[in-house]
């Protein structure tokens, strides 16, 4: 049984449509992530959840129980706020204990959980120190542990990240992975930031105006996007228009700037309709040509080549104008992966790495 | 050397600032009556001061009107300011901007457009119109403080009271009135100052029958400055210092 249903939630601000009528089921234990540009939704989302917004309509189940109307105070879920929300006149106890003292549990025990929660985000001994003597780091680790201490069903992260310098955020991430294992609760994590959904989560929601676009896990999300803003959001892409000539059991022939080239036809597209080709950078290959390109090449020419130490990044120029992106790796049986600026290419990818979607 | 000139800036900036005042205490204890010499050290100003039933009247009315009028302008001005921050409705800018208006108006302008309201409404002044006055005129400071304190802090932590448990009722005592109380605390010790020390207004919208002490020295002094006078003014600044003090350490202590 999901642990958070959302069933055709709706919620506007003013004239605004923010949420448009949501549907997503949110399981035990998992850590879950809402993916999304600003504005697209998220943080609203993890508001109800949290209570901190009533939405206008449909229902909000927790633990099976409707909670649709029920204040935030009474909801078995705690929150991380992205500016920390830390309470700047109380010390670093204090603030960790505040949930624990609304709920009159005996000092002792307060005591002993709080000290378990700072050893546990790695924050020991620190009791006694004003917030404003804090890091960032440590500031994030006390908000986390604020939220934690209070054992909550769910602990819902608003792009937790974001105010962090980028060292500390991916050791932050490792964190975050470890202690949704140790703590077992389920976790639900808000970020625009692609790199981040992909590395922490068990599922991606992908929102944008408001609705999901995609659900999947970070693999599904990637290699197989259900639609261009999907594609186009999580990674780099390359898309291009093209036209399918024939189809023949599972492969199809598409026309592919003025060149044909055989791909799966996994969504049983017909001749003569319309189509858009997504290659990710690095499904991408290159060839040196003197000449002709061979059959099922795309002839172009070398307009960047950018040394990233673990690969090489090749902007390319095609022979209709359209730029892409490619990326080369360094092996050990190419090691002659350098190219030079205006040298002649032919580019392909392996049948079967492409994603064809219908035209928009 | 450029450490000299800076000494010797700084206790000139004091020495101006101070200097008056320190006269004016030396001089309350001295034993001459009308004479700017010194004639011996005396407490006789004090204890005359005390047998003055006029003045003592006068010392609790302005402690009195002091009082309540920074109470009730410090209480309003918080809701005020809260209203400001918080909520949106319609005319918010110019109220705002009206409350800064009020602050800079002259004082006289402010005493006549007084006078001549309760004159209209056919008020008698008094008691009642004095702390009405003394309580429009600290309203704004309260505001203006409290408002920046507000608007200072992250909203979120409201959000992350009531996500931790709170009630609404909890939020206000444990979050936002902790947070707040710095600038309330500077609010009401401002109003309290500076009603306990208006001439202008407070000459407007006074009436007879209920006299305050800045009127009084002011009346005294068109008299010529006594050594009374003198010792009634150091009372009034140590009392002041005192009051600044107390509530500087209140302060302090609450952000431990």
């Known amino acids: 049984m999901p642990v958070v249903c959302l069933n055709n939630v709706s919620k506007s601000f003013g004239s605004q449509q923010v949420i448009d009528n949501l549907c997503l089921d949110i399981l035990k234990g998992e850590f879950l992530t809402l993916l999304g540009p600003s504005g697209c939704g998220k943080t609203t989302v993890l508001r109800l959840i949290a209570g901190l917004e009533t939405c206008d309509s449909g229902t909000i189940l927790i633990n099976g129980r409707d909670q649709t109307r029920l204040p935030a105070c009474d909801r078995d879920v705690n929150t991380v706020f992205q500016s920390y929300a830390l309470f700047p ?3 670093v106890f204090d603030n960790i204990s505040f949930g624990l003292k609304l709920k009159k549990i005996p000092a002792r025990q307060i005591q002993e959980r709080v000290k378990e929660t700072l050893a546990l985000v790695k924050l020991a001994g620190m009791d006694n120190r004003p917030i404003s003597q804090l890091s960032g780091g440590q500031q994030q680790r006390v908000a986390i542990a604020r939220a934690i201490v209070n054992q909550p069903l769910i602990l819902l992260l608003d792009e937790p990240l974001s105010a962090l310098d980028y060292k500390l955020r991916k050791q932050m991430r490792l964190d975050l992975r470890h202690l949704h294992r140790k703590l077992g609760i389920t976790f639900v994590f808000v970020t625009h930031d692609q790199e981040e959904a992909l590395t922490l989560s068990d599922r991606v929601v992908v929102m944008h ?5 995609q659900t999947g896990t970070p693999k599904e999300i990637y290699e197989t996007p259900v639609n261009l803003f999907v594609a186009d959001f ?11 000539t024939s189809t023949t059991g599972p492969d199809m022939e598409i026309r592919i700037q003025g060149v044909s080239k055989t791909v799966q036809n996994r969504r049983g597209f017909k001749k003569d309709q319309a189509v858009k080709v997504l290659l990710r950078p690095e499904d991408m290959t290159v060839e040196r040509t003197k000449d002709q390109c061979h059959r099922g090449f795309l002839p172009g020419q070398v307009k960047e080549m950018i ?11 095609l022979d209709n ?13 190419d090691q002659d992966i350098f190219y030079d600026v205006n040298e ?8 079967g790495w492409e994603v064809t979607l219908p035209h928009e | 050397m450029k450490r000299w000139i800076g000494i010797s800036w700084v206790s000139t900036v004091f020495a101006f600032l101070y200097g008056p005042l320190l006269v004016l205490m030396v001089f309350s204890f001295n034993q001459a009556r009308y004479t700017s010499e010194w004639q011996g050290f005396s407490l006789t100003w004090y204890a005359s001061l005390l047998e003055n039933q006029y003045l003592l009247d006068a010392f609790v009315n302005s402690l009195t009107v002091a009082f309540v009028s920074s109470l009730a302008a410090t209480a309003m001005g918080t809701l005020g300011a809260f209203a400001i921050a918080w909520y949106r409705f319609a005319g918010k800018k110019l109220f705002f901007g009206l409350v800064y208006s009020v602050m800079m108006s002259p004082d006289i302008v402010m005493g006549i457009s007084l006078l001549m309201l309760f004159v209209t409404a056919g008020i008698h002044p008094g008691f009642f119109t004095l702390l009405v006055a003394h309580i429009t005129f600290c309203l704004p400071f309260v505001i203006v403080l409290v408002h920046a304190r507000i608007a200072g802090f992250d909203p979120a932590v409201v959000d992350a009271a009531r996500d931790l448990g ?3 009722h ?11 109380l710095p600038a309330v605390l500077a609010g009401w010790l401002l109003s309290f100052t500076l009603s306990l020390d208006d001439v202008i207004i407070s000459f407007f919208v006074t009436g007879p029958g209920f006299e305050i002490l800045p009127l009084k020295i002011y009346s005294m002094v068109k008299l010529g400055v006594t050594p009374e006078v003198n010792a009634l003014c150091t009372i009034l600044f140590v009392l002041t210092l005192a009051a600044v003090l107390v509530a500087h350490f209140l302060i302090k202590e609450k952000k431990k």
Request: aromatic fraction near 12%; glycine fraction near 6%.
């Open chain 1, 89 to 91: 006149h109380m010390n």
């Open chain 1, 209 to 213: 105006n408001g609705s999901i676009q």
């Open chain 1, 234 to 244: 999580v990674g780099e892409s390359n898309i291009f228009d093209a036209r399918v």
């Open chain 1, 307 to 317: 040394y990233k130490g673990t690969t090489v990044d090749l902007i390319i120029r």
């Open chain 1, 321 to 333: 104008g359209q730029d892409i992106f490619v990326t080369e790796f360094f092996n050990e049986d």
């Open chain 1, 344 to 351: 002649r290419v032919c580019v392909s990818w392996i049948k």
């Open chain 2, 166 to 168: 709170a009630r609404e």
């Open chain 2, 170 to 180: 909890e939020v206000f005592l444990k979050i936002v009135f902790p947070m707040i």
